[in-house]
C-alpha cells in the first residue's frame, strides 16, 4: 500500500527512510529530497506518512514515495520493498524505527515478554530484514549507504528500560557485522548514537499546542522549561547522515555519537 507525492520530473536513485514520524525521520527524509534524492519514506501510519509525503515534495520539489511498513512484520517488510525496490536503486537506507517507551522506567518483573520481543523485533530483527533487502543491490553496484539510529541505550543497560536496552545493543552489533563484511565492497554502514531529546527543528515555529502534539504530553512534561538546555534539533542531527553519506571511501565513520553542546547529565 503506497502513496506518492510529486513535484518534479526527475528520478534519482533512492533514499529510503524506514520509520518516519514527525521528529528525526522527517528531517532526514527532508535532508536526502533537499540534496536531490527521490525519498521513500516508511512506517505504519500510512494517512501521517502521506501528508509528510505532500509537504516535502511540495517544499523540497522532490518526488516522495509513502510506503506503509510494520517493520515487526516480516511479511510486511518482504512486501513494503518489493515497492520500493520497483522505484529504483536504493543508494541510502536509514532504518530509524524503533518502538517507544514510556519515559518512566518499568520495574523488570512488570516488563512483559510481548513487549520486550516487540522491542527487539523493530529495532533488531526488522533492522536485519530492511538490510537484508537493499545491500544485494548496493554490492551489485559497489556503493550504497546504511545508517542505523541508536541512542544512549545502545551503550549502557538502564535500570528498567532492558526492551529498548536489548534492542538497541543488537542493532549496533549488526551494524558492526555489516561494516566488516561490506565496506570492503563498497558499502558504507554507520551506527548513529544519539545522545539526548530529539525536539523540533529550530525552524519550525511550534506554538506550545502544537508542541505537545508533535512530541507527545509526556514527553512535553518533561522537557518543558528545557527547550534550551539539551533538546536536539532534528534537521541538525539529519545534516550528520547526510555527511555520512557523501564521506569520502578513503575514511569512512562506522559509528558517531551525537550529544547537544551543554549536556551535563550524561
Ligand atoms: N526522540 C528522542 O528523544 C530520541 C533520542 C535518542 C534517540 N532517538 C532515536 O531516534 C530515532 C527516531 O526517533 P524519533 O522520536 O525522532 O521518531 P521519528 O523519527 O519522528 O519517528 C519514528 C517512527 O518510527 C515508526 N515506527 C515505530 N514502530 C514501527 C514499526 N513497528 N514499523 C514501522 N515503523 C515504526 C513510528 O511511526 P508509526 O507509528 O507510523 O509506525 C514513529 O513515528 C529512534 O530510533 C530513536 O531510538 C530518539
Redesign the pocket.
Given at each position: 500500500m503506497r502513496s506518492m507525492a510529486s513535484s518534479a520530473s526527475s528520478r534519482g536513485n533512492i533514499a529510503a527512510i524506514?520509520?518516519?514520524?514527525?521528529?528525526?525521520?522527517?528531517s532526514i527524509a527532508r535532508k536526502f529530497a533537499h540534496e536531490g534524492y527521490t525519498v521513500a519514506i516508511?512506517?505504519?501510519?500510512l494517512g501521517?506518512?502521506s501528508r509528510f509525503a505532500d509537504e516535502i515534495a511540495r517544499e523540497e520539489k522532490a518526488q516522495v514515495f509513502a510506503i506503509r511498513?510494520?517493520?515487526?512484520d516480516s511479511r510486511s517488510i518482504r512486501e513494503a520493498f518489493e515497492g520500493v525496490l520497483s522505484l529504483g536503486f536504493v543508494e541510502v537506507l536509514v532504518y530509524?524505527?524503533?518502538?517507544?517507551v514510556s519515559w518512566h522506567p518499568t520495574n523488570f518483573t512488570d516488563i512483559r515478554v510481548e513487549h520486550f520481543e516487540k522491542s527487539l523485533a523493530?529495532s533488531s530483527v526488522?533492522a536485519f530484514h530492511c538490510a537484508q533487502q537493499v545491500v544485494p543491490g548496493m554490492v551489485e553496484r559497489g556503493r550504497g549507504t546504511i545508517l542505523f539510529?541508536?541512542?544512549?541505550a545502545s551503550l549502557s543497560g538502564i535500570a528498567g528500560y532492558s526492551q529498548l536496552c536489548c534492542g538497541?545493543f543488537a542493532m549496533r552489533a549488526l551494524s558492526q557485522c555489516l561494516a566488516k563484511e561490506f565496506q570492503p565492497l563498497g558499502v558504507h554502514v554507520a551506527h548513529v548514537i544519539?545522545?539526548?531529546?530529539?525536539g523540533t527543528p529550530r525552524g519550525a515555529i511550534a506554538s506550545s499546542s502544537q508542541h505537545r502534539l508533535l512530541v507527545g504530553e509526556q514527553?512535553h512534561q518533561q522537557t518543558r522549561g528545557r527547550e534550551g538546555e539539551g533538546l536536539?534539533d532534528?534537521d541538525a542531527l539529519a545534516q550528520t547522515y547526510w555527511y555520512l553519506h557523501i564521506q569520502d571511501r578513503s575514511s569512512w565513520t562506522q559509528e558517531i555519537d551525537l550529544h547537544p553542546s551543554n549536556q551535563r547529565y550524561m
Open positions: 524506514v520509520g518516519v514520524g514527525p521528529k528525526l525521520g522527517r516508511l512506517a505504519r501510519d501521517r506518512l511498513i510494520d517493520c515487526s530509524n524505527a524503533y518502538q517507544p523493530v526488522g539510529t541508536g541512542c544512549s538497541k544519539i545522545h539526548g531529546i530529539v514527553q536536539m532534528p
